[in-house]
């Protein structure tokens, strides 16, 4: 047990002393984390803002006589109407972006409103503009059009609006606002944890394997008393605080980023708060544990096998995009957190997180999903000790 | 005193090592890195192991070390199976090569400090022993700066205190002054001379002949996994006596 503190105590002076790991573990989490969550929110306002305020111009061709439809398509906000042009302009205007949008009346139009028969509009867009509102505003106008149709025809009728309208559903959400903001948050911060602790123990498992077979101080470290078991078991205990610490550190880089958000209001930033509370992060903690011990067998069982640094890091490269699958599954519809899903690993990270910071985790699950990762770990370290004792891992050159 | 008898290494060939070697998919995948050799380093003497590269001295050397083990045969270090009890022997054994092989992030005092725990030494013990050694080798200027940040000169001295901070009995070299200047090597050749002095057992490889013939009480010669000879300095000398000692390595590999 010395032996193994003793060379725990030693790589974590070396580890700490690195600027590369420090730049992985803490200071990109730190600083590039909530960079990059307020950029991202800052881009897409900046987006939703700039589509807002864009001036659409939409080409109208009304053979009939009607005039509604472009007195309400001229008072959405942001429209341009374009009239006098042929269709084959309008069509080719909307492929070459000079217009957003199109509407053809034809000439029966009118006199099929007013017999109470049903009248056609064509409406031209284009699906692939992704951030156009052309085809929301030529709809909302109609909408307007259609609702005073029915209105007008059933006062002909003398018919109440009611008539059409027999149910009035009124929706009350029972869920806290603890839990829709958790269940929200609780989708992304999976990803951003288990990336960070994967991230945060790539590095020192690159340098305390594959770095250290590079220097040569491999050899010398086993002619020393220290059993392969000790030296895999020291560098193991290393490179898993270092993902804890990631890990960690990115969590709570989110976590207050979401403080520099001008726009959230008060009563969700109110439960911000209330979500991180001592046993968010104590569960979180508690969850991270296993994780990073089973990355860091890994990543230390493949850096101990590369030949050398570059080789690790290219070894280690495509495993980032692995880890990746199950959480993105855990985000499945239909995928709801039982006593099966608690069971399978990184699945059950992604369905867990959500539960904790929804406030809705059942003690059950959070036991199974332990004991699951637990597992895992104790198979990544058997598999870490197995491949350090093979001769040809080591004295792979 | 080491004694080794009939040691065999056997490994099983890479994909990339049967390619190199020439192997074909259908031939064995196993190399024989040593073949059944036998010899005996005697106490207070030093033991130089020469012969070409590839022919099987650092293998010889790390399962002397405990590092890998034997296929077959027995090792024995004061009379004592190491394959046994391979801690307890690790603890009798200093070992070192060419490659300073520290870390550049600690201290030489760290370093040091790092080898003595390893070794489970004793705090007072260590600070008396590790005292004397960098007085010894004027280690004290630089014992507190990173080791990354000193000369060759000084990481050798360091690495030289890491080997020898725990007392040991028996010192593995495996060619220590490869690719090392007059100076850093002449830093080695005096730490051999001064552990043979301090009745320590000293095992070696090396190509540098003059080094063999000012240092070594009994040479060993192994080519192609197999010793070929074995014998005190004045039998290998003998073989010839108007021949170099790079002649004699020569002739004997031709013959074998």
Redesign the interface.
């Known amino acids: 047990m010395n032996i193994i503190y003793s060379i725990f105590k030693k790589e974590l002076v070396d580890v700490l002393r690195d600027r590369r790991t420090l730049m992985f573990m803490i200071i990109i989490p730190i600083l590039i984390t909530p960079l990059l969550v307020i950029g991202s929110i800052k881009f897409q306002e900046y987006q939703n803002k700039k589509s807002e305020e864009k001036v659409l111009k939409i080409a109208l061709i009304n053979d009939s006589n009607d005039f509604l439809i472009k007195e309400l398509l001229s008072e959405q906000k942001g429209v341009q109407v374009v009239e006098g042009i042929s269709i084959d302009s309008l069509e080719s205007g909307i492929k070459s972006d000079s217009l957003q949008g199109g509407l053809y009346i034809g000439k029966k139009f009118l006199k099929n409103i007013s017999s109470n028969a049903t009248g056609n509009v064509k409406i031209y867009f284009k699906s692939s503009d992704l951030m156009s509102k052309s085809k929301k505003r030529m709809q909302d106008a109609l909408e307007g059009y259609k609702q005073k149709t029915v209105r007008d025809r059933l006062n002909k009728l003398n018919i109440e609006d009611q008539l059409l309208e027999p149910l009035n559903v009124i929706s009350i959400d029972m869920s806290t606002a603890k839990e829709t903001l958790g269940k929200a948050i609780g989708g992304f911060i999976p990803y951003i944890l288990v990336m960070f602790i994967f991230l945060g123990a790539m590095y020192p498992a690159i340098d305390l394997g594959a770095g250290e077979k590079e220097r040569g101080s491999l050899e010398t470290l086993l002619s020393s008393p220290a059993t392969k078991f000790e030296i895999t078991m020291g560098k193991l205990l290393v490179v898993s605080l270092a993902g804890m610490v990631s890990g960690l550190v990115s969590v709570l880089g989110i976590s207050s980023s979401l403080f520099f958000i001008d726009k959230i209001p008060e009563q969700i930033r109110a439960t911000i708060l209330e979500l991180i509370n001592p046993f968010m992060i104590i569960s979180i903690i508690i969850l991270m544990i296993p994780i990073a011990i089973f990355f860091a067998s890994m990543l230390l069982s493949i850096s101990f096998y590369a030949k050398s640094f570059k080789e690790a890091q290219s070894l280690m490269g495509p495993l980032n995009m692995v880890i990746l699958v199950p959480l993105f599954l855990s985000l499945g519809p239909g995928m709801e957190m039982d006593h099966s899903t608690a069971l399978m690993p990184l699945i059950n990270v992604g369905l867990l997180t959500k539960e904790i910071l929804a406030g809705s985790v059942e003690p059950i699950y959070f036991i199974e999903t332990l004991l699951s990762l637990l597992f895992f770990a104790a198979i990544g370290i058997r598999f870490s000790v197995y491949w350090f004792e093979k001769e040809n891992t080591i004295f792979r050159v | 005193m080491i004694e080794l008898k009939d040691i065999s290494k056997v490994?099983?060939l890479?994909k990339d090592q049967r390619k190199v070697v020439g192997e074909s998919k259908l031939r064995p995948k196993l190399f024989t890195a040593v073949d059944s050799i036998s010899f005996k380093c005697n106490a207070s003497s030093v033991f130089a192991l020469i012969g070409p590269n590839g022919s099987g001295k650092t293998t010889t050397l790390?399962m002397i070390?405990?590092?890998?083990?034997p296929t077959s045969g027995t090792i024995k270090i004061k009379d004592k199976d190491v394959t046994k009890d391979s801690?307890?022997a690790?603890?009798s054994?200093?070992?070192?090569?060419n490659?300073?092989?520290?870390?550049d992030?600690?201290s030489p005092f760290?370093m040091v400090k790092?080898?003595a725990?390893?070794?489970?030494m004793d705090k007072v013990v260590f600070e008396k022993r590790c005292k004397d050694i960098f007085n010894k080798l004027d280690m004290n200027s630089f014992a507190n700066k990173?080791i990354g940040t000193l000369s060759s000169g000084m990481k050798q001295k360091t690495s030289i205190a890491?080997t020898i901070i725990h007392d040991p009995d028996i010192i593995?070299f495996d060619e220590p002054t490869t690719g090392l200047d007059v100076m850093t090597s002449r830093s080695i050749i005096d730490l051999i001379r001064n552990s043979k002095d301090e009745k320590k057992t000293i095992i070696f490889s090396s190509h540098r002949m003059e080094e063999v013939q000012s240092l070594a009480d009994d040479i060993g010669v192994i080519f192609n996994g197999k010793l070929i000879f074995s014998g005190t300095k004045t039998d290998f000398e003998a073989l010839s006596d108007s021949l170099s000692y790079d002649d004699n390595l020569i002739n004997l590999i031709d013959n074998s």
């Open positions: 490994f099983a890479t790390r070390s405990t590092m890998i083990s801690r307890k690790r603890k054994i200093g070992f070192m090569t490659q300073t092989a520290l870390y992030r600690l760290e790092y080898f725990d390893l070794n489970s990173r890491r593995v």
